[in-house]
Every structure is written in C-alpha cells, then in structure tokens.
C-alpha cells in the first residue's frame, strides 16, 4: 500500500510540475524560465491566464517575460510556487480538509506583481516573491509595459482586417446554445461560439476567441514557429490571454471578434470611399454584354 500511495505522490508531482494544461481545442504551459529554448536574442512574451475551472497548473496568473541582451526578466502577478502548492494540496488531503472549489492555486492576479527574477544567460542576478517589493519597485513598469506590448498586437491584428485576402483572415462560428420563449415560438435566441485567425508578413498566427456567446473577446493570442518556446506543449510563444475578466485589458481586445466578424470602423469607411459609382458599373454591364451584330 505504501508503494502505491508513493507512486501516486510522484504522479501528481510530475502532473503539477510539467504545468501542462490541455482542453478541447487548446495547449499550453505557464512560462518557465528555466526550459525557455535561448536567451541570445531581444524579445517580449506575456501570458494572463484565468482558467478556475482547471487544476493541472497555475490558473490566474500573469507572467511578462523580456529578453534583452542575453539577460532575462521575468515578472509575475498571481504567481504560485509549484512545490508550494503541491505539499499544501499533500497536507489537506492528509488532513482532510476543506478547499473551496478544491483549488489550491490560492495566489491570483490582484494587479500588484509579487514574482521577480532576473538571470544573466543562465545565472540568477535578482529573485524576489515579496509582493510589496516586487509591485513597489516594478509594479509601474510591469503594468506600462504590459499595456504597450498588449496594444501593440491588437492594432497589428486589426490591421490585418483590412487585408483580409493577403493575411489569409478567416472566421469560424458554430451554435452553442438556443432558447426559445415559450409564450412566443418565434422569439429565438441563439448564442454562438466564435473565433478569427490571421497571419501577418512576418508569420505571426493571430487568434481571437468568444467561446460564450457574450459578444465579448476574451482569448487573444500570438504565436510564431520559430523554435523558440519553454517545452514541450507550451502553445502561444508571444502573448496568450486566455478567458480574461479584467475590464481595462477588455478595453483592448473585448471587440475583436465582433470586428472580425462584421468590420471595423475603418474597414467601413475604406469599403465606401472605394464602392464603384453608378456608370462605371453601367458601363462594364455594356462592355461584358455585347449586343449581337447582325447582317442586313
């Protein structure tokens, strides 16, 4: 019995260490500095995840990673120490005792960072997991940064709306859910899944996701095949918002799919200055329809 009970202890520590999450139609990892593939060039990732209903790994948290010259910063906000979780989880289940919603990714994302580690190629320069340390001496440039890097990818992807046939934009949307009143037949509503994906010239996969029907977007992500990742699974390798709920990030991407889906304002407004006047098109019914010539 005891074989088993350490089987099963190794079991869920390799489960909550490998910080694999896998649902229908999505796979990633949180960020691990430690497995990121190189460090020998500039760029940014940032990860916000809020996923409660799951457990396999740290489910409202987020992380901002920077690499620049061949040093790495990583910044956290709702970080959880993975050893941490795993031996209070191990405590309660001995104890028996009660967790709400059986969640033991008890640190969530409250806007002050709490994580800070900076490395130099491989090496530890800075490592801090004081909230107040970490949101006091960074907080302000973590939240800015964050926001920038944010924006900059949403106005990239609606840039790509406006070339739609050259980013290869394309929109999926299936029912999920029909009521109907029962007082009046024909007083249906339905609520429909929806998503759009686009490609930009330097091979970056956009992604943007309604998966209620809410009319709000609340998955956005980023992700170009260039080898650089932080394991095996580890799904978008430079933004994923994954079921956001924060109001000042849903000022960012909340309409994304709705603009996808119908058009932006400026999309509208280019569609009119460009629509064909009258008589050219009255002319091209002439030229593409010749008359029959026939010989008196």
Known sequence: MRKYRYAAAVLLLIIFSSG???????EYRTIDVDSITRYNEDRIAFQRIERLDQQTCDNSVEILLIIKDNKTYFIADGYDIVSDVYTKKLVMDAENKYIEHNDFWLNKINGKPDYIRTIYRRSDLLKNTNEEFVSSNF????????NQFIKTHVEKFRNLMKNRGEAKFSVTKRQISMTINPDDPNDIKQRFFTSATAKSGDEIIY???DADGDGITETFMASRDDGFDWGVG???N??????NTDKEIETLIGKLVNESVNGTV???RK??????????IQRMIEEITPMDRFFE
């Not at 569609?271 to 050219?280: G, I, L, S, V």
């Open 20 to 26: 694999i999450l896998i649902s229908k139609d999505k």
């Open 234 to 236: 580890s799904g978008p």
């Open 266 to 268: 400026e999309e509208e």
């Open 238 to 243: 430079i933004l994923l918002i994954y079921g």
């Open 271 to 280: 569609t009119f200055q460009n629509f064909p006047k009258e008589e050219e």
């Open 207 to 209: 992604y943007c996701e």
């Open 139 to 146: 907080g302000q440039f973590y939240t800015s940064v964050k």
